[in-house]
């Protein structure tokens, strides 16, 4: 009896060592997430693509115009989005460039601009027809950013297709010229 009271004992006291190690690496240095929706098409996946988002760009922290970005979203705490970054404090911005679809006042979409206020971004989503973004709840507090996204997996894509594993690639800026 004291032999399986032991190996109660010492499995219970791995495997809540255990949830607390990744407990710590999740909230500080790492995150795997799975994303849902069609913002940030082409990027991300609409279903099924899982972003790898490292934690030391927490609260914007490194963090530059172009960059994708996990954050907390500001009308719902529960949630998470992924959008990129596409203007820093001090940035003028126009707020919505795609209303000028919009044919019954062309002008009205070059009329709305704003300056992103210190120690806040504006990001948008890559897929500007079907994201709620800064356009919808204006400039994103950096406090909210939790990561910035370096990679992505589609788990929809074959273990093993053109030395890709589950579809695994990386996140890059693209607003950067890296030459």
Same mark, same amino acid.
């Given at each position: 009896?004291?032999?399986?009271?032991?190996?109660?004992l010492k499995t219970g006291s791995f495997a809540l060592r +255990?949830?607390?190690?990744?407990?710590?690496?999740? #909230?500080?240095?790492? !995150?795997?997430?799975?994303?849902?929706?069609? =913002?940030?098409?082409?990027?991300?996946?609409?279903? +099924?693509?899982?972003?790898?988002?490292?934690? %030391?760009?927490?609260?914007? %922290?490194?963090?530059?115009?172009? @960059?994708?970005?996990?954050?907390?979203?500001?009308? @719902?705490?529960?949630? %998470?989005?992924?959008?990129?970054?596409?203007?820093?404090?001090?940035?003028?911005?126009?707020?919505?460039?795609?209303?000028?679809?919009?044919? =019954?006042?062309? !002008?009205?979409?070059? @009329? #709305?601009?704003?300056?992103?206020?210190?120690?806040?971004?504006?990001?948008?989503?890559?897929?500007? #027809?079907? +994201?709620?973004?800064?356009?919808?709840?204006? =400039?994103?507090?950096?406090?909210?950013?939790?990561?910035?996204?370096?990679?992505?997996?589609?788990?929809?894509?074959?273990?093993?297709?053109?030395? !890709?594993?589950?579809?695994?690639?990386?996140?890059?800026?693209?607003?950067?010229?890296?030459?």
């Amino acid at each position: 009896m004291k032999g399986a009271l032991d190996l109660w004992l010492k499995t219970g006291s791995f495997a809540l060592r +255990s949830f607390c190690l990744i407990h710590i690496v999740h #909230s500080h240095f790492y !995150e795997f997430t799975e994303t849902r929706g069609e =913002s940030m098409l082409p990027t991300l996946g609409a279903t +099924s693509d899982y972003v790898h988002a490292l934690k %030391r760009y927490r609260e914007g %922290r490194g963090c530059e115009i172009g @960059d994708c970005i996990v954050a907390v979203k500001p009308t @719902d705490p529960y949630q %998470r989005v992924c959008k990129r970054i596409t203007g820093m404090p001090g940035d003028i911005i126009l707020v919505d460039p795609s209303s000028k679809d919009d044919v =019954s006042n062309p !002008e009205q979409a070059f @009329d #709305s601009f704003i300056r992103v206020p210190q120690g806040h971004v504006w990001v948008t989503g890559d897929n500007l #027809s079907q +994201s709620l973004d800064s356009r919808t709840y204006n =400039s994103l507090p950096m406090a909210l950013i939790k990561g910035k996204i370096v990679a992505a997996n589609d788990f929809n894509k074959p273990l093993w297709k053109d030395g !890709e594993v589950f579809g695994f690639r990386r996140i890059k800026n693209t607003y950067v010229d890296e030459d």
